[in-house]
C-alpha cells in the first residue's frame, strides 16, 4: 500500500524557514520522481518543486523558485522541502507525491499534508 507521511510544518515568521519531510512507502522510490504541492484554503492545489529519481533535475514554479530548495534521500525514501524567506501567502498545507516526470500528474492519493502558517 502506497502511503506518504509528511512533517515539519508549522507556524513561522516571515522571512523565516522551515523544512519539510516526506517518508514514502509502497513503491520503488529511488528511480521515480517526486513533487511537493501546497493547497490553501479556498484554492485549488498547486505545485511546488519537482526532483527526478537520481536528483539531478529540479523544478519550481516562479512563485518559490530561489526560495525554496527539494531534495531527496533514496536510501531513507525520503524527499525534502527547505523554505526559506517564507512569505504569509506560503501559508498551506503541504502534500507529496510521487509525480510522471515533466507533467507533474500525481500517481497515487495524497497523505494528510503539514501545515505550513507563516505570520507575525
Known amino acids: 500500500q502506497v502511503q506518504f507521511v509528511e512533517s515539519g510544518g508549522g507556524l513561522v515568521q516571515p522571512g523565516g524557514s522551515l523544512r519539510l519531510s516526506c517518508v514514502a512507502s509502497g513503491f520503488e522510490f529511488r528511480n521515480d520522481d517526486m513533487g511537493w504541492y501546497r493547497q490553501a484554503p479556498g484554492k485549488e492545489r498547486e505545485k511546488v518543486a519537482r526532483i527526478s529519481g537520481q536528483g539531478r533535475v529540479t523544478e519550481y514554479p516562479d512563485s518559490v523558485k530561489g526560495r525554496f530548495t527539494i531534495s531527496r534521500d533514496n536510501s531513507e525514501k525520503t524527499v525534502y522541502l527547505q523554505m526559506n524567506s517564507l512569505k504569509p501567502e506560503d501559508t498551506a498545507v503541504y502534500f507529496c507525491?510521487?509525480?510522471?516526470?515533466?507533467?507533474?500528474?500525481?500517481?497515487?492519493?495524497w497523505g494528510q499534508g503539514t501545515q505550513v502558517t507563516v505570520s507575525s
Open positions: 507525491n510521487r509525480v510522471a516526470g515533466s507533467s507533474w500528474i500525481p500517481y497515487y492519493s
